[in-house]
């Protein structure tokens, strides 16, 4: 079964730091472009970043560029995304999804169960 | 990183036909044919219906049709049923600074 499970999410203050972590499984993790999206309570799907199968191309939405780090481990099946100076809004169910290609502007195909980060004081 | 225009709700009563529409800039949906959308139930992940602006997936009802005239894309969905009731999103590929990806606000589709 094409699976992705999220962890890490959690309660964090203001400035403090997080990292999640996707696990894949049921497909070759290393062919595909990943991504994460996260949606704040009650409201709409945010892109927040992308990478590519061997993370030649890496890219950021402009409310995250510089705080968030997204990389991949293809030999652990694995997407992380370490999250620095948190802001309250960065609040939200964060996403792990895959591209059904091997870039950014591919249809997301396979979605995990999502990871709550809450910050906080 | 301007997020695509949605109608917040749409209404339909079983059987019928409805149209979401997403509407854009040349820089996202009009630039280029790299337009999805996706279904979410509460509490659930968003699932992926449409692909390039009219593609279904495997395993997606052909009820389900896409397409776009110039910045707006529109998502129909025909033969309403009670289980079509969510919340959908569309998305587009822009390269209009970096490369990323934008979301419609999303649409409540109440099916009466």
């Known amino acids: 079964e094409v699976q992705l499970v999220e962890s890490g999410g959690g309660l964090v203050k203001p400035g403090g730091s997080l990292r999640l972590s996707c696990a894949a499984s049921?497909?070759?993790?290393?062919?595909?472009?990943m991504n994460w999206v996260r949606q704040t309570p009650g409201e709409g799907l945010e892109w927040v970043s992308s990478i590519s199968s061997s993370s030649s191309y890496i890219y950021y939405a402009d409310s995250v560029k510089g705080r968030f780090t997204i990389s991949r481990d293809n030999a652990k099946n694995s997407l992380y995304l370490q999250m620095n100076s948190l802001r309250a809004e960065d609040t939200a169910v964060y996403y792990c999804a895959r591209n059904s290609g091997n870039y950014l502007y591919y249809g997301m195909d396979v979605w995990g169960q999502g990871t709550t980060v809450t910050v906080s004081s | 990183q301007s997020a695509l225009t949605q109608p917040a709700s749409v209404f339909g009563s079983p059987g019928q036909s409805i149209t979401i529409s997403c509407t854009g800039t040349s820089s996202d949906v009009g630039g280029y044919n790299y337009v999805s959308w996706y279904q979410q139930h509460p509490g659930k992940a968003p699932k992926l219906m449409i692909y390039d602006v009219s593609n279904r997936p495997s395993g997606v009802s052909n009820r389900f049709s896409g397409s776009k005239s110039g910045n707006t894309a529109s998502l129909t969905i025909s033969g309403l049923q009670a289980e079509d009731e969510a919340d959908y999103y569309c998305?587009?590929?822009?390269?209009?600074?970096?490369?990323?990806?934008?979301f419609g606000g999303g649409t409540k589709l109440t099916v009466l």
């Open positions: 998305s587009s590929y822009t390269s209009s600074s970096t490369p990323s990806v934008v």
């Open positions: 049921g497909f070759t993790f290393s062919s595909y472009s």
